[in-house]
């Protein structure tokens, strides 16, 4: 990491030598000698990470190297900030090259003061480098960093994938199946890394558990969790889970009453619940009572590094299960799985014995293996000294049997094999609070905003950031926790242990600081700072140096009296590049945003904010602007004006149905959006005042990658047809009708964006689009409203990378034929509110990767679908508001129908009573009838959540 702000710093150096403004006189070469040296320097700052430890004189040198860093770059971004209300566009006049350098002269002296004095630190850091032998055959022995985009994404491992969990999920699954009455605790207890939450989620998300414990929670948990918050985010599961919503009084509820309320929840079901990470007693004293014994076989699972805690939590009546390091074996198959992917898994012959004997550090630790596994997997397999040295540099480091101690050096040096731009990106996420769960494009757009992606030829840097993302998640450093249907990420987190090693790191290096108390030890300088909870208060009780480049805040209570930007604004504002004020209980603008002006990166998302002033074009500089969920619904004509804006988004759900026409709202404008060129997402804009004019507007943005369109009109589709043409980087197009027997008339797109991966369409469609079938890279469909009379499968079953098709009200046909070899990667189907539906022919080779398909409020739809007995990867279906005749076919005991669905190990049947859904699997359908107050069923609010899109 000691390499990263200076490399980040040589970048803008280029930039400031290049800049055609005049500096004062000499400030040039003051610049190119503090860059030079720079550069000289940098041999030992990629060598530091793994020496600075040992040796406290480098430590302190790099220290200061490092705040030069700082310091240039603040001057760089004063200098920005003065010159910002004195720039004249783009005339190059002499009069006006005169008039910029008389206004700027007060500026350009400050610069050339800041950056004398710089150079007067260099000059002394220079003088007193150290000196570490061999460090340019150390540079030298790097390894050049190539990035794992041929790898794909890297997902949540598979059962398969694993190595060693067999017996101890076996054992584990034993203990929960077993026939014991009274309400038992299974503590899985261990050192952190080995695999207690693996093995847990194993075991909590296989079929055979879930169809036994209809009930479940998963509740994680942290050291610094607040009771409240662990007790109502059960609340919220379980009502999730049995399908009611979450009583509005539960927020206002004191901890006693909401043990209550959980009790009477689970008290006549079978229920699992997971307490993972438990740090201390305190935590299950607190729970118990919570849990009730009531005799059906219940389960409480609960995973801790402590032993004590595991024996006191089971001591009445359970299990503590002490997970083991992996067997030498066992160990070897995991290391070479994970270093060797491109070589079927199998170990060089020349290499096995350093291999074997840097395994034998890791000490049969798991996630130590997988790491250094990760730092393994890019080098060159040709030459075994690179190899060696990685054996003898880690080997010197490990001391004693403190096996945490051990997986700390593993992650230090995993830390260190990144490249500077990794190693900032990775960093970052010490912004974020333990138990946060961190969106996928958030992250992307923040990285983007602070500047840690490189521009590369052919890509957006957005891309390049996503490749940043994949390739941290292929070298093990971070998790995915939620995918998409079609297999995206969605969010990620780190592993605890990683992120206390980063932790560690990024307070030493003054990367990040997080205010959570008052009692927190605050650094000398605070450059990106993350607020928790009500904590900005604390902002004034130290005496800090603030500096601030991104401010974010998290959880901040809505039962705050008051809120105020402007006190923070005394604590170094003028140089924030990102301000994201997600959740924060804010009801207007802060007018203290419109002075930011190096933000790039604004949020207010799920705040109260109604509008946004016209003299946000002041903020030149901004990339993102992100209005998801707050109540704007019009944004100002200046909007336009803000050329380098690349995300806007302005969207909020209204659902009272998950069918509801008018679910969503989007923001309408009168500037001419055209202007904004570097516009990539533009989601949701209301087209139904000036339409014409506004889709030709739509059709100057190239660089469009997501577009989101409400209320269009018929009349509007010729003109938006040939600007979608022109939107060759296109990968999502969303358009909803104005209402829902408004035809969407977008059939005349001769050369459709060949990058679009998602469609979704809501309205009345005359015919099918034939452009649809040439789009091979779409991954989701989803039609509403559509009422075709021709088959809409025809055209798309040949499409071959499409996994999720959803249909509501999209045929009025009678008949849906899925020919052989149809959707051959298809993994989710649904189908809705298909009114004349009254039967499916599924040929065998259609859909062989299906995994899950609904079903819903087809009434004429009374046959069991013809074929369904193909669909051998179904793992899932799921019947809502269906005829009766169909899912008795389907019983277990009796169904003429059953043998087609005996092998799909979950069936559901659910039907709307009483404002909720009544949820039956097929093994309690036959209690329906008999059961007048259907203890059976589960109720569900809004099952079909599919269609948030």
Request: charged fraction near 25%; glycine fraction near 4%; include cysteine.
């Amino acid at each position: 990491m000691a390499d990263s702000p200076v490399s980040f710093l040589l970048d803008r150096l280029t930039w400031l030598l290049t800049e055609e403004v005049n500096l004062q006189r000499g400030v040039r070469e003051d610049v190119q000698y503090v860059k030079d040296e720079l550069e000289r320097h940098k041999a030992i700052l990629m060598v530091a990470d793994s020496l600075e430890d040992k040796d406290p004189e480098l430590k302190v040198w790099v220290k200061r190297v490092r705040d030069i860093a700082h310091d240039m770059e603040d001057a760089i971004d004063e200098y920005n900030l003065r010159l910002v209300n004195h720039r004249q566009g783009n005339n190059n006049s002499s009069f006006y090259k005169i008039l910029f350098a008389i206004k700027t002269m007060k500026g350009r002296r400050r610069i050339a003061l800041n950056i004398q004095g710089i150079k007067s630190k260099v000059e002394v850091i220079s003088q007193r480098r150290p000196i570490i032998p061999d460090v340019a055959s150390s540079s030298s022995q790097r390894p050049v960093s190539t990035r794992l985009d041929s790898q794909g994404d890297a997902l949540l491992l598979e059962e398969a994938d694993l190595v060693g969990i067999e017996e101890p999920k076996k054992q584990l699954t034993d203990l929960l199946f077993k026939d014991e009455s009274n309400r038992a605790v299974i503590s899985i207890y261990g050192m952190g890394g080995l695999g207690k939450t693996t093995l847990a989620k194993q075991v909590y998300d296989d079929l055979k558990i879930k169809k036994r414990f209809r009930i479940h929670a998963w509740v994680n948990l942290s050291q610094s969790f607040k009771m409240e918050e662990l007790l109502k985010d059960l609340v919220q599961q379980l009502y999730s889970v049995i399908g009611k919503p979450v009583p509005e009084a539960v927020g206002m509820m004191k901890i006693e009453k909401v043990k209550e309320l959980i009790k009477n929840l689970l008290q006549q079901s079978r229920y699992l619940i997971v307490l993972d990470d438990v740090w201390n007693v305190n935590v299950w004293d607190a729970v118990k009572h919570a849990l009730p014994n009531n005799n059906r076989g219940s389960r409480v699972m609960l995973t801790t590094r402590k032993k004590d805690i595991a024996l006191y939590s089971c001591a009445e009546l359970g299990k503590d299960f002490h997970l083991q390091f992996l067997p030498e074996q066992e160990a070897w198959s995991l290391f070479c799985r994970k270093t060797f992917q491109g070589s079927n898994y199998s170990c060089p012959p020349h290499l096995e014995e350093v291999c074997r004997k840097i395994l034998k550090l890791c000490g049969g630790l798991p996630l130590a293996i997988v790491a250094i596994s990760g730092a393994l997997a890019t080098r060159e397999r040709s030459n075994i000294e690179e190899w060696q040295i990685v054996c003898r540099s880690f080997g010197s480091e490990i001391k004693g049997n403190d096996k945490l101690e051990d997986m700390k050096k593993v992650l230090s040096l995993s830390f260190n094999e990144l490249p500077y731009y990794l190693k900032s990106c990775l960093l970052y996420l010490s912004l974020f609070p333990e138990f946060h769960a961190i969106e996928h494009m958030r992250l992307i757009r923040l990285w983007v905003s602070e500047g840690f992606v490189n521009g590369e030829d052919g890509k957006t840097v957005e891309e390049v950031a996503d490749s940043y993302l994949k390739e941290l998640l292929n070298r093990s450093l971070l998790q995915v926790v939620e995918k998409t249907s079609d297999g995206r990420m969605k969010t990620c987190r780190m592993h605890d242990l990683l992120r206390e090693i980063v932790n560690l790191k990024s307070r030493d290096q003054n990367f990040a600081t997080i205010a959570k108390d008052k009692f927190m030890v605050w650094p000398e300088r605070v450059r990106r700072l993350s607020i928790v909870s009500s904590s900005y208060k604390v902002l004034q009780q130290n005496r800090t140096t603030f500096q601030l480049k991104s401010l974010l805040m998290f959880a901040l209570s809505h039962s705050l009296n008051h809120f105020s930007i402007h006190e923070l604004s005394t604590f170094g504002l003028k140089l924030l590049r990102v301000l994201d004020l997600q959740d924060a209980p804010l009801e207007d603008f802060p007018a203290e945003i419109i002075n930011l002006y190096l933000l790039k990166y604004l949020s207010l998302k799920n705040t109260k904010v109604k509008s946004i002033p016209g003299s946000i074009k002041k903020l030149q500089n901004l990339e993102t602007l992100d209005l998801k969920h707050t109540y704007v619904t019009e944004l100002p004509t200046e909007i336009a004006e803000l050329k380098r804006l690349r995300h806007l988004l302005v969207y909020r759900y209204e659902i009272e149905s998950y069918a509801h026409f008018h679910a969503k709202h989007g923001f309408k404008v009168a500037a001419p959006i055209g202007n904004m060129e570097s516009l990539q997402k533009l989601c949701f804009i209301e087209v139904d005042q000036g339409s014409r004019a506004l889709m030709v507007e739509l059709g100057k943005l190239t660089q469009l990658r997501r577009l989101g369109i409400r209320k269009m009109r018929k009349e509007d589709g010729a003109a938006l047809c040939l600007s979608i043409e022109k939107m060759i980087h296109l990968r999502s197009l969303s358009i909803t009708a104005i209402k829902e027997d408004e035809i969407i008339d977008i059939h005349d797109i001769s050369k459709p964006p060949q990058c679009l991966q998602q469609v979704y369409l809501s309205g009345c469609l005359e015919k099918f689009p034939q452009w649809i079938k040439s789009c091979n890279n779409l991954v989701k469909v989803f039609l509403k409203w559509s009422r075709l009379k021709e088959d809409p499968l025809v055209y798309l079953q040949g499409l071959p990378n499409l996994r999720h098709l959803e249909f509501l009200q999209v045929y009025v046909g009678e008949t849906l034929h899925f020919n052989a070899e149809g959707f051959p990667s298809l993994k989710v189907l649904g189908l809705d509110d298909l009114k004349g539906l009254k039967s499916m022919i599924i040929e065998k080779g259609a859909m062989q990767g299906l995994k899950k398909l609904i079903i819903q409020r087809c009434g004429s739809f009374k046959h069991v679908p013809l074929g369904i007995e193909h669909l051998t990867k179904l793992k899932t279906i799921e019947f809502f508001d269906m005829p009766d005749e169909l899912v008795k076919a389907l019983l277990p005991n009796g169904g003429k129908d059953y043998w087609r669905v005996q092998n799909v190990p979950t069936v559901y049947s659910t039907y709307w009573r009483e404002g909720g859904w009544d949820v039956y699997s097929l093994e309690t359908f036959g209690e329906r009838e008999t059961d007048s107050n259907h203890s059976s069923a589960k109720r569900t609010l809004e099952l079909p959540t599919l269609w948030k899109v």
